[in-house]
């Protein structure tokens, strides 16, 4: 619950000045939107994964993040930092929700 609340509390990081982080930004963004599924199982107990490889999205998408930063203006660190911890949070959340699967 501790990491789910601070997901829930968590400000979605900026997109940026560079084409890259524009397009990280929106890949974070449907990340996030498979991730909503969470809501779902803390409020109502329904635990229905995404239909799509969310850990893999979120681990290629911070690969991508640490690879933009390392070539960006230090406005943009700042941004690929908020971004690449945001999709860490979000990855551990998920990860979290797997494991809490119902028992057969």
Same mark, same amino acid.
């Given at each position: 619950m501790?990491? *789910?609340a601070a997901w829930r509390r968590a400000g979605f990081p900026g997109p940026g000045s560079s084409t890259g982080l524009k397009l990280t930004y929106a890949d974070l963004a449907d990340a996030d939107e498979y991730v909503t599924t969470v809501i779902r199982f803390v409020e109502r107990g329904i635990h229905r994964p995404a239909p799509v490889d969310v850990l893999g999205m979120l681990d290629e998408l911070m690969d991508r993040i640490d690879r933009l930063a390392a070539e960006s203006s230090a406005e943009d660190q700042?941004? &690929?930092r908020a971004q690449h911890a945001y999709a &860490?949070?979000?990855a551990r959340l *998920?990860?979290?929700f797997l494991r809490a699967a119902p028992q057969q």
């Open positions: 501790d990491c *789910y700042e941004v &690929a &860490a949070l979000t *998920y990860r979290q």
